[in-house]
Protein backbone atom coordinates (compact mmCIF):
# COMPACT_ATOMS: atom_id res chain seq x y z
CA UNK A 1 0.00 0.00 0.00
CA UNK A 2 1.77 3.49 -1.45
CA UNK A 3 2.27 5.90 1.73
CA UNK A 4 2.94 9.20 1.65
CA UNK A 5 3.37 11.99 4.45
CA UNK A 6 3.67 15.15 4.00
CA UNK A 7 5.36 17.51 7.02
CA UNK A 8 6.92 21.11 6.88
CA UNK A 9 3.25 23.08 7.04
CA UNK A 10 2.82 26.02 9.41
CA UNK A 11 2.23 29.73 9.44
CA UNK A 12 4.35 32.57 8.10
CA UNK A 13 3.63 35.93 6.67
CA UNK A 14 2.79 37.02 3.52
CA UNK A 15 6.35 37.28 1.49
CA UNK A 16 7.70 34.93 3.54
CA UNK A 17 9.19 31.26 2.57
CA UNK A 18 7.98 27.81 3.56
CA UNK A 19 9.29 24.13 2.62
CA UNK A 20 7.03 21.29 2.33
CA UNK A 21 8.18 17.66 2.12
CA UNK A 22 7.13 14.59 0.69
CA UNK A 23 7.74 11.08 2.20
CA UNK A 24 7.06 8.28 0.57
CA UNK A 25 7.61 4.32 0.57
CA UNK A 26 5.88 1.25 -0.24
CA UNK A 27 6.40 1.69 -3.59
CA UNK A 28 9.21 2.34 -6.16
CA UNK A 29 9.44 5.88 -5.74
CA UNK A 30 12.20 6.63 -8.59
CA UNK A 31 10.13 5.41 -11.14
CA UNK A 32 7.24 7.76 -10.29
CA UNK A 33 5.97 11.39 -11.26
CA UNK A 34 5.26 13.30 -8.07
CA UNK A 35 2.79 16.27 -7.51
CA UNK A 36 1.69 18.85 -5.00
CA UNK A 37 -2.34 20.36 -5.00
CA UNK A 38 -3.74 22.39 -2.50
CA UNK A 39 -7.05 22.65 -0.98
CA UNK A 40 -8.72 25.73 -0.04
CA UNK A 41 -11.55 25.90 2.00
CA UNK A 42 -14.72 26.07 0.24
CA UNK A 43 -12.90 25.27 -3.04
CA UNK A 44 -12.02 22.09 -4.68
CA UNK A 45 -8.64 20.74 -5.05
CA UNK A 46 -5.96 22.02 -7.67
CA UNK A 47 -3.13 20.97 -9.26
CA UNK A 48 0.25 22.80 -8.13
CA UNK A 49 3.47 21.67 -9.08
CA UNK A 50 4.95 18.01 -10.48
CA UNK A 51 8.15 16.68 -11.38
CA UNK A 52 8.56 13.39 -13.43
CA UNK A 53 10.42 10.07 -12.35
CA UNK A 54 13.30 9.88 -15.69
CA UNK A 55 14.53 13.59 -16.40
CA UNK A 56 13.22 15.51 -13.56
CA UNK A 57 11.03 17.87 -15.64
CA UNK A 58 8.82 20.24 -13.57
CA UNK A 59 5.79 21.69 -14.34
CA UNK A 60 3.68 24.34 -12.49
CA UNK A 61 0.27 26.09 -12.05
CA UNK A 62 0.21 29.55 -13.40
CA UNK A 63 -0.69 31.27 -10.08
CA UNK A 64 2.54 29.76 -8.71
CA UNK A 65 5.00 29.85 -11.68
CA UNK A 66 8.42 31.88 -10.68
CA UNK A 67 7.54 31.44 -6.96
CA UNK A 68 7.36 27.75 -6.05
CA UNK A 69 9.81 24.72 -7.03
CA UNK A 70 8.83 21.37 -6.56
CA UNK A 71 12.15 18.96 -6.54
CA UNK A 72 12.84 15.43 -5.02
CA UNK A 73 15.29 13.71 -3.89
CA UNK A 74 15.75 10.01 -5.22
CA UNK A 75 17.71 8.49 -2.43
CA UNK A 76 15.79 9.95 0.09
CA UNK A 77 12.06 8.92 -1.42
CA UNK A 78 11.39 12.56 -1.05
CA UNK A 79 9.70 14.98 -3.05
CA UNK A 80 9.56 18.80 -1.76
CA UNK A 81 7.83 21.84 -2.63
CA UNK A 82 9.65 25.33 -1.95
CA UNK A 83 7.21 27.96 -2.11
CA UNK A 84 8.77 31.47 -2.19
CA UNK A 85 6.98 35.16 -1.84
CA UNK A 86 4.10 33.30 -0.33
CA UNK A 87 0.53 35.39 -0.90
CA UNK A 88 -2.44 35.25 1.04
CA UNK A 89 -4.17 33.54 -1.12
CA UNK A 90 -1.35 30.14 -0.76
CA UNK A 91 -3.24 29.15 2.25
CA UNK A 92 -4.62 25.58 1.93
CA UNK A 93 -3.77 22.14 2.86
CA UNK A 94 -1.03 21.22 0.77
CA UNK A 95 -0.68 17.43 -0.15
CA UNK A 96 1.45 15.25 -2.23
CA UNK A 97 0.47 12.61 -5.04
CA UNK A 98 1.21 9.87 -7.11
CA UNK A 99 -0.80 8.07 -9.85
CA UNK A 100 0.13 4.22 -9.32
CA UNK A 101 -1.53 1.36 -10.80
CA UNK A 102 -4.72 3.50 -12.18
CA UNK A 103 -4.90 5.31 -9.08
CA UNK A 104 -4.11 8.28 -7.64
CA UNK A 105 -2.86 7.99 -3.96
CA UNK A 106 -2.81 11.24 -1.70
CA UNK A 107 -0.85 11.90 1.66
CA UNK A 108 -2.79 13.12 4.53
CA UNK A 109 -1.59 16.37 3.97
CA UNK A 110 -0.01 19.65 5.83
CA UNK A 111 -1.97 23.10 6.52
CA UNK A 112 -0.08 26.20 5.09
CA UNK A 113 -1.27 29.24 5.94
CA UNK A 114 0.14 32.56 5.11
CA UNK A 115 -1.07 35.77 7.11
CA UNK A 116 -1.46 39.13 5.27
Known amino acids: QVQLVESGGGLVQAGGSLRVSCAASKFTFSLYRMGWFRQAPGKEREFVAA????????YYADSVKGRFIISRDNAKNTVYLQMNSLKPEDTAVYYC?????????WGQGTQVTVSS
Open 97 to 105: AVDRTSSRY
Open 51 to 58: ITWSDGNT
